[in-house]
């Protein structure tokens, strides 16, 4: 029975010291607190519940009474007087990590060991200057830098190569040197208020499809490093004084969210979007020296929404004419007051579609209102550029309906009956563009039925009878 009772003993005892970490969320409100953590929690090196450090009964000055833990699940340190995280020397790991207004915070000196972070959020800590300390750090998800005003040196974090989401807004960096060696982002980049004139640093980036967000960034004028983008998920650029085009987006061809460019005041020139063909909703606003939309001559299909409001100077906007409006929910053409024509071929067929939401108003005369704009559709204002003439046939049609469009290229083609209902669409990637195409008709009801075709040089309409 001995070896029984000696082995019940070492359960017993294992059991015991594993019990000794907090199992309920847990405040350190003092020195004090931390001071006798070890004392309190013998033997606790694996935290599973949140820890959360603040100076809610007394100043806190270090961390060295917590310098057993090895891995924790979230630990938030906020409102205190540390300068370094001295103590969490044995911390190898932690799934959250939260440091939030420690104003004596001046790097990350105590984690030097650390490998594995799941999210790091770093706010406010006004007097921190730089990442070190966490030269380890190589397994991170994601990393967020927020108004940490002295932060200007990020280059200790070059171990790490692949996030899920990057967020550094109103820090003090003019480079994002320390990140060259990412490869992989999957959710987001989000870079606002810092002073980076170029993000040459993620020119390391392979197949990026996250979502881009450079929000207020004043002297940013260069975004050439992202010229092998193909697609993203959102490309949103609010607030960046110095941009006045986007070279380095010649190979876009696709944002499956937001498409967003505001408050730029100093940009002129679209044309490096040459390639864009669909976005999800298109956000155009507040734009003060924009003329025309030129540029956008290949968008095809937005699935969502139309947004081009207060560009005070935009004149023309042409360059949507080819969209194709099925499946919209809403066009806002709105405050652009030197706009005084927009009855291209894609606002005509939003205003006439009732299923899509439609808002003009308050720009220049000829594009004040909505049943303004609807006279001038109807009247059919001659065209910038003469429209292709149409080549159907055999007519009547059994099988197959082929369609010339006199030169044209076609991207979509869309047929309705004669209650105006849509009852086939196709549509033509900008590598399968055609001059020529071939319709299946063969499981239309006999009868008359309309169709438009969408072309590189505007909407054409013809009628056929499927026999």
Same mark, same amino acid.
């Given at each position: ?28 409100? @003092? ?35 917590? $310098?057993?833990?090895? @891995? ?16 969490? #020397? ?43 300390? !966490? ?76 979502? !881009? ?20 998920? /959102? ?85 949507? #004419? @080819? ?29 006439? /579609? ?37 080549? !159907?046939?055999? @007519? ?49 009801? $006999? ?8 072309? /590189? ?11």
């Amino acid at each position: 029975m001995k070896p029984f009772v000696i082995g019940l003993v070492f359960s017993v005892v294992a059991m015991t010291t594993s019990a000794q970490c907090p199992t309920e969320p847990l405040v350190l409100g @003092s020195q004090d607190a931390i001071d006798n953590f070890s004392t309190n929690y013998p033997n606790c090196t694996h935290l599973s519940a949140p820890l959360y450090i603040d100076e809610v009964d007394g100043v806190i000055n270090n961390l060295l009474g917590l $310098s057993a833990v090895e @891995s924790a699940y979230l630990i938030k340190i906020q409102n205190t007087h540390i300068a370094q995280l001295n103590g969490l #020397e044995n911390l190898l790991s932690i799934q959250e990590l939260w440091l939030n207004s420690n104003y004596n915070l001046i790097d990350f000196a105590g984690l030097d060991l650390i490998a594995n972070i799941d999210l790091l959020n770093v706010i406010d800590n006004t007097a921190l200057e730089s990442a070190d300390g !966490l030269g380890s750090l190589s397994q991170i998800s994601q990393l967020n830098f927020f108004d940490n005003t002295s932060l200007t040196d990020l280059t200790a974090l070059s171990q790490i190569t692949q996030l899920n989401g990057l967020r550094i807004a109103g820090n003090n960096l003019t480079t994002l040197d320390g990140l060259s060696n990412l490869v992989s982002v999957e959710g987001e980049i989000f870079v606002s208020n810092e002073q980076v004139i170029n993000l040459n640093v993620f020119s390391g980036l392979n197949n990026l499809t996250a979502s !881009l967000f450079l929000w207020n960034n004043p002297v940013l004028t260069d975004v050439s490093v992202f010229q092998e983008v193909t697609q993203l998920q /959102d490309l949103v650029i609010v607030g960046c004084n110095q941009i006045q085009g986007f070279q380095g987006f010649e190979n876009l061809t696709q944002v499956a969210g937001i498409f967003r460019l505001g408050f730029n005041p100093q940009m002129t020139d679209l044309t490096a979007f040459g390639n864009l063909s669909t976005v999800g909703s298109l956000d155009i606003y507040e734009n003060d020296n924009l003329l025309s939309l030129d540029g956008l001559e290949g968008l095809i299909e937005v699935t969502e929404a139309v947004y081009l409001m207060d560009n005070p100077n935009l004149m023309d906007i042409g360059a949507l #004419e @080819s969209i194709n409006p099925q499946g919209l929910q809403q066009v806002v053409i709105s405050r652009n007051t030197s706009l005084s024509t927009c009855d291209n071929d894609f606002v005509c067929q939003v205003i006439f /579609d009732p299923e899509i939401s439609e808002e003009i108003q308050a720009n220049a005369n000829g594009c004040n209102s909505v049943p303004q704009v609807a006279a001038r559709c109807i009247l059919e204002v001659p065209q910038a550029k003469p429209l292709p003439t149409l080549d !159907l046939w055999p @007519s009547p049609a059994n099988q197959g309906l082929n369609v010339l469009a006199g030169g044209a290229f076609i991207r979509a083609l869309d047929v309705y009956n004669v209650q105006g209902e849509l009852i086939d669409t196709v549509r033509y990637t900008a590598d399968q563009t055609l001059s020529q195409a071939e319709l299946n008709v063969s499981a239309y009801a $006999s009868g008359l039925y309309f169709i438009s075709i969408n072309t /590189d040089r505007g909407l054409v309409h013809s009628k056929f009878i499927k026999r």
